[in-house]
């Protein structure tokens, strides 16, 4: 499977599926990094990597439509067959979404459907959880609410600040994000009308 990895800054998610991606037997290969940033930190390491990287300003756009033609047209050209968000902060058109539903996951740093949207970390520790976490679900319009794929658990400990639980969350972020990309590019789980589908014979 080809995947092209949409990034807005430090891309530390996209690190490690470039470095999953490179053993020999992953389903996939990372055939493009985009960044809607120019000055994102991830794409000059992706392109010292030697990977094929693209910077959209998103500012240089008049409208998200025209934005996402760009982004739809590269996409095509470079036979894309399965986006990853990672870290990527813009939110899609409906239309947009759903031409690639099925086709386009992300990765939210807390346990969906619990605290959705920005500062997860702290929406964490003022709900006083004990156990937070990270999420990949595939991406449908409603932000942070598609069909769930894999979920990892982390401790919240009592002296947490944001800071040292979003470290123990991205932790393991770099751990599931590589492994659930690698499923859905087997096809071991895919989306259906009614939700996310596994692939019995694979569990
Ligand atoms: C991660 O916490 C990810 O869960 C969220 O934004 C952050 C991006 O980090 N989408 P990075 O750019 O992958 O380092």
Not at 127 to 155: K, L, N, W, Y
Not at 161 to 189: D, I, N
């Amino acid at each position: 499977k080809r995947v092209a990895v949409l990034i807005s800054g430090r891309g530390s998610n996209m690190q490690a599926l470039v470095e999953a991606a490179r053993a020999p037997d992953y389903p996939a290969e990372i055939a493009l990094v985009i960044s809607n940033r120019p000055e994102a930190p991830g794409l000059a390491w992706a392109k010292d990597q030697g990977l094929h990287t693209l910077a959209l300003d998103h500012n240089l756009y008049e409208s998200r439509e025209h934005f996402e033609g760009q982004l739809q047209s590269v996409l095509g050209l470079a036979k894309i067959d399965l986006i990853a968000l990672a870290g990527f902060m813009r939110l899609m058109t409906a239309d947009f979404v759903n031409r690639w539903q099925g086709r386009m996951i992300n990765i939210h740093p807390s346990l969906l459907p619990a605290f959705k949207g920005l500062d997860t970390h702290e929406q964490a520790l003022a709900a006083g959880v004990r156990i937070s976490g990270c999420t990949v679900h595939f991406v449908v319009p409603e932000m942070d609410a598609g069909p769930i794929i894999g979920q990892a658990a982390v401790p919240v400990l009592p002296a947490d600040t944001p800071e040292t639980l979003a470290g123990r969350v991205l932790a393991a972020e770099h751990r599931l994000y590589p492994a659930m990309m690698a499923v859905v590019a087997r096809g071991q789980a895919h989306m259906a009308e009614t939700g996310l589908v596994w692939q019995r014979t694979d569990f």
